[in-house]
């Protein structure tokens, strides 16, 4: 069920020291009373006086996800001029993320891009001459909220997502089609069937579900990309960082994987792996597409893995790369280092002021100080990822939790024995929300299934 | 050359369903109001169906009926059977359908009409409209006659341009070779008006000595008849009803369909209008589901007085044989006569975004349009626009504020709202799916919905809107009383309950929980209720349906909060998006077009992102502050 009280994080999304949720509306205080048990009484939030600090745990149920301060602003001396509450708690992308999707799943719902200051505007709290930097704002943060939604979600995922759609709306239609020509259509006995369509559609967003907290439906991470002439070794490293996947291995059932990119967790870190290989070996047919293709991925990768290979001498190709690597956060993989060294450690830090790994692909040595290197650049914030994927992930996350909801509604109304029209209320409240995952909208989808598939009388 | 002039307060174009009502409400609003039609016979005629009502479009005869207008006491007075459609499922889609005696319907709204103060009823062919300067003027008749007048209401239904097809058959006339009206498109046109070809059709009459009824299912009317109009007494209802009967096609009507589809105007291309997709003629079915072998025919009476039957769901544009030998493969029809052929007909309408949520013209003041000319199909769909067009026209004149219903109150602002808001290619037919809130809009709580509105525009009595308000407050108290009583696990409860296939119970619960239960309901569960007050029918249907839902019901009523904020949001009328910075190009051209009377009606304009909406609730904001601040500055001065 949406509610106009918005939540989102309010500081930038990197490993700091603090983080901050904020929460603003009608419901703020009744969504932090559900979560927030103070370290000292049983004061509720609702019952604090505004302007106060308090310490204490923020719980989903029995769980604690963190020990955090919360700020009480009450209506209308606050930023928005609504009820608002921060929860100031410690830095890191994982906490705040963990926190944020606590405050929606009790009630809050996520922020709309730019939607703070909108309020804070629409509620008088801006001053009028700054209208047009309001305008600004929303129009830059939806422009990057729409290009970067859909165009994250993995290809397998938005295909699932259509797929239950379709199932979901075809469902609404036959419902309907049945009550607006009872004479034509009969549902009788519908029920059961649908109980089971439900149950698996059910199943199918749980698992969904699963794969979003597993960092598994949106290309999220370091997008890393591996460079380097041919038969230097990248594929065998592609194949060594993929082997020791091991936190997440489920993939979303009957998916294909994408060829040329790898997820993969080294050290607790996502690398979204990029793999040019592939991106040569369509190079003799378009050659031009092709190297667009890899400087493009060059642009975009938030880290360069260049493998070189030590037992042969530097060729045009290797400088070609080290050219372009120059400005880009990188690292050196000095391959083969169990064969003779032709190109040796010294020549290649003449040419380029990157951190270099002697490493063997055969040997699986060097592994664990490439983990070990890109965990530092990590956590000292030399590499870093945008912070929108995480808040896209969340939204979509959120979405996904709606639609369950709404489906175990249809559930429960079918074993109250409620009457067939109760079901499409709730199915089309998922079909809405599974549609805001992958941006499209109902308009007159309905109407055009059910003129489609199910023939009307007269 | 002396010409006749003479003047009104408002013209009414056209008498079928929907310019009845228009003309009625400005008559009974008190104003000098004349009514044209091409022909006096043809008032409130139903050229297709015998029927009123039906899914979602019984909602929008109760709805007509809560706020004044005719439709739901003329059919009372003229039905021959009734069926309350979708009994086994939920109230919001209990839909009431009557089938008319078409005579009988057509005269006894003719007798209203010319026994109505202030109503002048005209036969003549209006083929002008006088407008000066964007205002409405007069109306102009073939004949040359003016009538000056200060509003008009186009219902001109599917006369305009109108041909009738069937093979290679084309008549240059309206619905049963009725004439047609060539003139007015030309006169619009003129004045700046878009206009749609639209295209609909009917199916063949039958004469009823020549079809065998022992090869057919017969279908009754409802044992106990609900009345449409909440002022009808149901004791005045409890007729001799007539019946219906079912039949089917086959692979051989399909066969024949198939093997003539070329001589069928539809697929040649001779016919250039655009039909619905939810009536389709049986030759699109056979094409469109080509997998079923059978479809449903249901033989209809046309009246009391006539044999003509009418063959639903076999509405056609094949050339005469082919009907012929079409029909009669249908099991019952293997001999059956031909009284009327079936044919298509295709006419003007306007593409109504042209149109406020008033249903007045955006361009030309006074001008207001209802029924089949906006594009919409169905008589209930054509009397609810009527209506409305015609409370506007009086509103207008009379220097109110428009009678507009939003998406939350009625199916009526549905069934407008989709049509001047969204792109409609089709004719437009109201469906219990086009309305979100369907569970708070149900045909049973028509009158507790809109009576007050009736009131205040001045067609209902005072004494009916206070019944209303009287019933209100019934339902309250009692839905109160029962939340309140707690039934305890004795004998008599348990044995009731058994009696009707219920739970016992293990402990104590609520009589709204017992309430709640799928097997039961309020009244079942008065003897365990001994405090009950005596209630009158429609107060317990209400309170148990109110009880019964209400979880549901509370979770639309929050969302309903919601969609208010946004329509109460008015943007200014004439507003040049040009000028609103931030907007896509897309929403700029857009919102000229369609000039949204509210924020909520440009956020379903196609077309306009939500980042849009954001853009103008920020320009709004802007605007409001810059009015206040120039008047604070006129106060001063």
Same mark, same amino acid.
């Given at each position: ?458 | ?233 149901? +004791? ?26 070329? @001589? ?37 009476? +046309? ?28 099991? /019952? ?41 906006? /594009? ?57 799916? @086009? ?30 809107? +206070? ?64 405090? @009950? ?21 509370? @979770? ?82």
């Amino acid at each position: 069920m949406k509610t106009d009280t918005i939540a989102a994080i309010a500081t930038a999304m990197s490993n700091s020291g603090i983080g901050i949720v904020r929460i603003s509306g009608d419901e703020a205080l009744q969504v932090a009373d559900r979560i927030f048990v103070p370290k000292k009484g049983t004061k509720k939030v609702s019952e604090m006086d505004s302007h106060t600090i308090h310490y204490g745990y923020v719980r989903d149920g029995e769980e604690t996800v963190d020990e955090v301060m919360l700020l009480i602003m009450k209506a209308p001396n606050s930023y928005t001029r609504e009820d608002t509450v921060e929860i100031d708690c410690h830095g890191g992308v994982l906490v705040m993320k963990r926190l944020l999707e606590t405050v929606l799943k009790y009630g809050a719902r996520p922020a709309e891009p730019g939607e703070f200051t909108k309020r804070a505007f629409l509620n008088g709290r801006i001053d009028l001459s700054q209208a047009e930097s309001v305008i600004d704002i929303i129009n830059a943060k939806n422009d990057f909220a729409l290009k970067s939604s859909v165009s994250q979600l993995k290809g397998a995922v938005l295909n699932k997502i259509k797929e239950l759609r379709a199932v979901v709306i075809h469902q609404i239609a036959f419902i309907e089609s049945a009550l607006d020509d009872p004479e034509h259509i009969s549902i009788d006995g519908y029920a059961e069937e649908l109980k089971q369509i439900t149950e698996n559609l059910k199943n199918e967003v749980t698992g969904l579900l699963k794969s979003a907290d597993n960092g598994r439906i949106l290309k999220e991470g370091i997008n890393t990309v591996i460079v380097g002439k041919p038969n230097a070794g990248k594929s065998s490293l592609m194949n060594i960082l993929v082997g020791q996947e091991r936190a997440i291995v489920t993939d979303i059932a009957g998916t294909t994987r994408d060829i040329l990119e790898e997820q993969i967790q080294l050290g607790g870190i996502s690398l979204n792996i990029i793999d040019t290989a592939g991106i040569r070996d369509t190079e003799d047919i378009v050659e031009k597409i092709g190297v667009t293709k890899s400087k493009e991925y060059l642009e975009k990768a938030d880290l360069v893995i260049y493998v070189a290979d030590s037992s042969t001498k530097l060729d045009e190709n290797d400088l070609q790369i080290i050219a372009s690597i120059q400005d880009k956060k990188a690292i050196v993989l000095l391959n083969k280092s169990d064969l003779e060294a032709v190109t040796t450690r010294d020549i290649l830090s003449s040419k380029l002021d990157k951190t270099i790994i002697e490493f063997s692909a055969k040997e699986n040595t060097g592994i664990q100080e490439l983990e070990n290197t890109i965990k530092d650049m990590f956590l000292q914030g030399e590499v870093s990822f945008n912070d929108e994927v995480y808040i896209t992930n969340i939204r979509q996350k959120n979405a996904l939790e709606e639609t369950k909801k709404s489906l175990e509604m249809v559930l429960k109304s079918i074993d109250d024995g409620m009457p067939e029209d109760f079901y499409s209320i709730d199915l089309m409240n998922a079909y809405e929300e599974l549609g805001s995952i992958i941006g499209e909208s109902v308009g007159e989808d309905l109407v055009n299934e059910i003129f489609s598939k199910f023939c009307m009388g007269k | 050359m002396p010409v006749v002039e003479e003047y009104y307060d408002v013209a009414v174009v056209g008498a079928g369903h929907a310019g009845c009502e228009a003309a009625l409400a400005c008559a009974r609003l008190g104003l000098e109001t004349i009514i044209f039609t091409v022909s006096i016979e043809s008032i409130a005629m139903m050229p297709c169906n015998p029927n009123i009502g039906g899914s979602s479009k019984g909602h929008l005869v109760r709805e007509i009926d809560a706020l004044g207008g005719q439709m739901g006491i003329n059919i009372d007075k003229t039905f021959i059977q009734s069926k309350m459609l979708n009994k086994s499922k939920g109230p919001a889609v209990h839909s009431l359908r009557a089938q008319a005696d078409k005579a009988a319907y057509s005269m006894e709204m003719r007798k209203t009409l010319e026994n109505t103060d202030h109503l002048t009823v005209r036969q003549a062919e209006v083929s002008e409209i006088i407008v000066e300067d964007h205002q409405l003027r007069g109306v102009k008749t073939f004949s040359g006659a003016v009538y000056y007048c200060k509003a008009a209401v186009l219902c001109t239904g599917t006369y305009l341009n109108a041909r009738c097809l069937y093979g290679d058959v084309v008549n240059h006339t309206g619905p049963n070779g009725l004439q047609a009206a060539n003139h007015l498109t030309d006169s619009l046109v003129k004045n700046g008006i878009e206009m749609f070809r639209f295209k609909t059709g009917t199916p063949a009459r039958m004469d009823k000595r020549t079809i065998d009824f022992s090869k057919m299912t017969e279908q009754f009317g409802d044992e106990k008849i609900v009345p449409f109009s909440f002022t009808t007494d149901p +004791e005045d209802v409890q007729i001799d009803q007539v019946s219906c009967w079912l039949t089917y096609t086959n692979p051989e009507t399909h066969r024949i369909i198939r093997e003539n589809l070329e @001589r069928s105007p539809l697929f040649s291309g001779m016919i250039e209008g655009t039909g619905p997709r939810y009536c389709p003629s049986i030759e699109d079915k056979v094409v469109k589901f080509a997998e079923k072998d059978r479809h449903q025919v249901f033989i209809e009476p +046309e009246g009391i007085n006539t044999n003509e039957m009418y063959v639903g769901g076999m509405s056609s544009s094949l050339p005469e044989d082919v009907q012929y030998a079409m029909y009669r493969t249908v099991p /019952g029809l293997e001999h059956a006569k031909i009284v009327r052929n079936a044919y298509a007909i295709e006419y003007d309408c306007i593409n109504p975004r042209q149109l406020y949520p008033s249903l007045e013209f955006k361009e030309i003041h006074g001008l207001f349009s209802g029924g089949q000319f906006n /594009g919409s199909s169905g008589y209930e769909e054509a009397a609810a626009q009527g209506l409305i067009a015609g409370i506007n026209a009086a509103m207008k004149i009379k220097g109110r504020e428009p009678l507009i219903l939003d998406r939350s109150e009625s199916y009526i602002g549905v069934l407008i709202d989709d049509l001047v808001t969204k792109d409609n290619h089709e004719p437009y037919r109201m469906m219990t799916s @086009r309305a979100e809130y369907r569970l708070l809009l149900r045909q049973d709580n028509a009158d507790l919905r809109l009576t007050k509105k009736g009131y205040e525009a001045g067609l209902i009595s005072r004494e009916r809107y +206070e019944r209303v308000v009287w019933k209100e407050k019934m339902i309250e108290e009692e839905i109160r009383r029962v939340e309140s009583i707690n039934i305890g696990a004795n004998a008599s409860v348990q044995s009731l309950l058994e009696s009707f296939g219920s739970q016992p119970l293990n402990t104590g619960t609520g009589l709204a929980e017992l309430i709640r239960r799928p097997e039961l309901n309020y009244d079942m569960l008065a003897p365990i209720d001994p405090d @009950r007050p005596e209630l009158p029918d429609d107060v317990r249907e209400q309170v148990n349906i109110n009880i019964k839902y209400e979880g549901y019901i509370r @979770r639309q009523i929050k969302q309903v909060k919601q969609f208010k904020k946004l329509e109460n949001k008015k943007l200014p009328k004439n507003l040049d998006y040009d000028q609103v910075s931030g907007l896509r190009m897309e929403a700029q051209q857009k919102l000229n077009l369609y000039q949204p009377v509210s924020i909520g009606q440009a956020s379903r304009i196609s077309g306009v992102s939500p980042a849009d909406i954001s853009v103008l609730l920020v320009y709004l904001e802007q605007l409001h502050y810059k009015e206040k601040k120039a008047n604070e500055s006129v106060g001063q001065e």
